[in-house]
């Protein structure tokens, strides 16, 4: 009996050491999720972590990781996988854990549920290949607060603006170039550029502007900027108004607004542009010409053998109104080409604008909306109206632009996916993915065509 008993214990010893059990993988090998704040609101950014912990042993060998979806946020990637290591020791033994970091901005008030991350396990000769998956992760978003002043367009965090132009003195009809800077935690990828308030004199035409960010203490900082191209109409002392930006701070609970500082502006009379009427040059040649009448002893002269100044002036309309009117044929073929460069400027501040509707339409209205984006943004580059174009006809503008194939072939690949899904199923459009790969299609076809 004792000699079976101890045959059977040398059994089980060899078969735990040769077939690892599913609780030692897991004990070598697992991850947890959790967020730095589970009830934010609307807009504030909060950070998902995934923990990866591993045996030292294990520390080299690579294991790939799947993101959740994120549906209801705004998702930003803080740093590359993995984005720390740390060594720790749980229940005597030693663990290499990872942390990948990923910041979040709720989209909508009420619970949104994170599916689980997962992390590969590669195939052993002991096991087969197999996914590990994290737990569920709750956040109860709540809803920013009533009373929001006028002018409140979304902007959650905490918020600083500053705005620089590149002169203070200009012509009439130079343009001055304002940036806007809006930095800080929160939103502000997403933000709407701040309304400009109404400006006297003159003509505000925006550009197209960027984004940064970096990573401090675990949080992304951002920056936005915003750029206008100011043309001033009138000469003077002009003043440009400040600029306010509302945001709602989650820390103070409160909306508050930041203002850039009002500044003047000399504008001169530009080269060619019309000055104060000064007194005719005729006047000054008539009164060389008046000479008082001699007396004769005849009869004195009815009437003059020579012609007077009105005469002169009834031969000089014709050439002057020819010249008036080539100046004024000159000046509007200008406008014409400023403002068709101006159109070609905004193409891509309108696609993008177009784009960010598309992502609160239903599926079928988002579709055509990223048609129209890109329909759009073509007819902005070539001054044409683009609305019943074939694909086909946009891919051969491409082609004259000379716009790598690559680039023109992921533009196309977003239409026909638009076009595909007009006619789709509602549930069969993902149409956050479409968006963000029109955004990123439109980018990439921007920078070829400004160097094409």
Known sequence: MCR????????????????????QVVEDVFIEALVDNPTPFVGQQITYIVRFYRLQALSNLSFPYTPPDFEGFWR??????????????IEGRQYIVSEIRTALYPARPGEIIINPAQIALPESAFQTGQW????????????????????????VGQLEMSATLDRQTAA??????????????????????????????????PNPGNYTALQQNGRIVGQRMYEWLLVANQPGTQTLPAVNLVYFDPDGLTYRTVSTTP?????????????????????AVEADHIKPLKTISSQPIRGSV??????????????LSALVSGLWMLRQRRRQRSRAKIRQMEALVRARRGLHKAATLPPEGACRQ????FRGYFGDKFN??????????????????????????????CLEQAMQGLYAPDDAVDVRELVLQSAAALERLDAAWETA
């Open 172 to 205: 009439v009809g130079e343009p001055v170039i304002l940036r806007l800077f809006v930095s800080g935690t929160g939103n502000i990828e997403q933000l709407p550029p701040p309304e400009l308030p109404v400006l006297e004199n003159w003509q505000a035409f």
């Open 370 to 373: 990223v048609m129209a984006a």
């Open 384 to 413: 044409l109206s683009l609305r019943q174009r074939r694909l086909d006809e946009l891919q051969q503008m491409m082609a004259v632009r000379r716009v790598p194939v690559h680039v023109s072939d992921q533009v196309m690949l």
């Open 306 to 319: 020579y012609p007077g100044a009105a005469f002169w002036l009834l031969w000089l309309i014709p050439p």
């Open 263 to 283: 500044v003047q502006i000399e504008v001169s009379v530009g080269e060619g542009a019309p000055t104060e009427a000064s007194p005719p040059a005729e006047s």
């Open 4 to 23: 079976t008993a101890g045959w059977l214990l040398i059994v089980m010893i060899l078969g735990c050491w040769t077939r690892p059990t599913q609780a």
């Open 132 to 155: 590990l998956s994290a737990n569920l992760t709750a956040v109860q978003v709540r809803p920013l607060p009533d009373g929001a002043p006028a002018g409140f367009t979304g902007a």
């Open 76 to 89: 930003i990637n803080i740093e590359p996988f993995p984005f720390t290591q740390i060594a720790q020791q």
